[in-house]
């Protein structure tokens, strides 16, 4: 009886630090960052992005946020190409989605996300990876669709 308990308050005490944590802008499930280049008619464009590689990071994603400088920003890495629906549940930041495919080029880009909607905004075909960087911020830099990313496993081409 008094084990059970102890459990239950120690499954409450974890959840409560996972919630606060991500509720003070913690990164608590990226694998780490790395720069991540755009190159297209509106030229070359350098990001360091978290890496969400693994179910907790994605799970995650740029939730509770506050702030999103303008180089800065995550990328969803999936295992095999697929078509993928998010939602802007708990993300207080308007956000520009980038769906890259397998070849490594930007299949679409969802610019200005609605903050905190449970509305699913979904990739226009199998894609490989989600960017995620500040709202406004693709169509600042000219990003389009057809463009060039280079990052780990895909690359449209080499960088000099």
């Not at 802008?25 to 978290?50: N, P, Q």
Request: with cysteine; aromatic share 4%.
């Amino acid at each position: 009886m008094m084990r059970a308990r102890v459990r239950r308050i120690f499954v409450v005490l974890v959840g409560l630090s996972s919630a606060l944590c991500a509720g003070a802008g913690v990164a608590v499930a990226s694998s780490g960052t790395e720069e991540l280049v755009i190159r297209g008619a509106g030229g070359e464009h350098r990001f360091e992005v978290e890496i969400a590689d693994n179910e907790k990071a994605r799970a995650q994603g740029l939730m509770y946020r506050t702030t999103l400088a303008s180089d800065k920003g995550m990328i969803f890495l999936l295992a095999h190409n697929r078509r993928v629906a998010m939602w802007m549940k708990n993300t207080p930041l308007s956000l520009d989605m980038i769906f890259i495919d397998a070849s490594g080029r930007i299949a679409a880009i969802v610019d200005r996300t609605t903050p905190n909607s449970t509305d699913l905004i979904a990739s226009p075909g199998p894609v490989r990876a989600v960017l995620e960087i500040r709202g406004g911020e693709a169509a600042r830099r000219g990003l389009a669709p057809g463009d060039c990313v280079h990052f780990r496993e895909f690359s449209c081409g080499a960088l000099p």
